[in-house]
């Protein structure tokens, strides 16, 4: 929808403010807004992380010594030495990657939808969703560990330090906010609301499918052919379990889990254990 305004004056002669009057726009006029729209939020998020992991590709390809011997640090600190000063980027860092997941509410509330309900992201079924989401971990993480250790072995893949943080109380609370953070971003945005908004604007299941899928592994190529191919393949999934059950929420569990226990086993079992890559 677009609006207009009507300008005019009171009866006391006293200049009246603007009223906003909302015009209906036409099945062009909508679709047009929804690209540009959705084209907007990817900018803001993970289009632009993705842009981002491709020139970071690029400079690990094009630096001496293979993938292997680099590695791709992904909670690390902001500021060493510091804690506190360390702890506010931290939380600065996580609340502000939440500000598009904030837009797509906004905006799917303007399109005069119930916000993230819409998505299926609410507390309407809590047991099912921790349920559905816990049985997707379980099997994505265990396939995910063993393809990783494959794609850097062979070259493919940098090594994934998963957290870098000093070891102060707020470490492992933040490596759970990150996880939190990063499971609502990418499932909410990647997912649920790309979806929507490529199914409003005519394109194929297929298509639709591939788009997300392509748009999640490309946002992990920072870490190499490994990450990009592997995401790629769990977006696939997650596509076709968000199509079957209409809910976003147990992909958000799923996700999360997966990251938390990413996280937090690194953090517990890093030079404890012999099979776990370290730089």
């Known amino acids: 929808m677009g609006w207009s305004q009507r300008h005019g004056r009171t009866e006391?002669?006293?200049?009246?403010?603007?009223?906003?009057?909302?015009?209906?726009?036409g099945e062009d006029g909508r679709r047009s807004l929804f690209r540009t729209e959705t084209l907007l939020v990817l900018a803001l998020s993970l289009g632009a992380s993705g842009v981002s992991a491709l020139i970071s590709f690029i400079g690990s390809l094009t630096k001496p010594g293979g993938l292997k011997d680099q590695a791709a640090t992904l909670n690390?600190?902001?500021?060493?030495?510091?804690?506190?000063?360390?702890?506010?980027?931290?939380?600065?860092?996580?609340?502000?990657?939440?500000?598009?997941?904030?837009?797509?509410?906004?905006?799917?509330?303007?399109e005069g939808a119930?916000?993230?309900?819409?998505?299926?992201?609410?507390?309407?079924?809590?047991?099912?969703?921790?349920?559905?989401?816990a049985l997707v971990a379980a099997g994505i993480g265990s396939a995910g560990l063993a393809f990783y250790l494959g794609a850097l072995a062979t070259g493919f893949n940098l090594t994934v330090v998963p957290e870098a943080l000093p070891d102060v109380w707020w470490k492992f609370p933040v490596l759970i906010l990150s996880a939190l953070q990063n499971a609502l971003v990418e499932e909410i945005i990647v997912l649920a609301y790309l979806l929507r908004r490529l199914d409003q604007l005519g394109w194929s299941p297929l298509a639709a499918l591939a788009a997300s899928s392509v748009l999640r592994g490309s946002y992990h190529l920072y870490q190499g052919i490994g990450g990009f191919v592997g995401n790629m393949v769990m977006g696939v999934v997650f596509v076709l379990a968000y199509r079957r059950w209409g809910r976003v929420a147990p992909l958000v569990v799923a996700h999360a889990l997966l990251d938390i226990v990413a996280f937090g086993g690194y953090a517990l079992l890093a030079g404890k254990v012999g099979w776990l890559p370290t730089p």
């Open 12 to 25: 006391s002669g006293v200049r009246a403010e603007p009223e906003p009057v909302f015009v209906e726009l």
């Open 76 to 110: 690390g600190s902001y500021a060493p030495g510091r804690p506190w000063l360390d702890l506010a980027w931290q939380l600065f860092g996580i609340a502000s990657a939440l500000v598009p997941v904030l837009l797509v509410a906004h905006l799917l509330t303007r």
């Open 114 to 133: 119930p916000g993230l309900r819409v998505l299926g992201f609410d507390r309407s079924r809590p047991w099912w969703d921790l349920g559905r989401g």
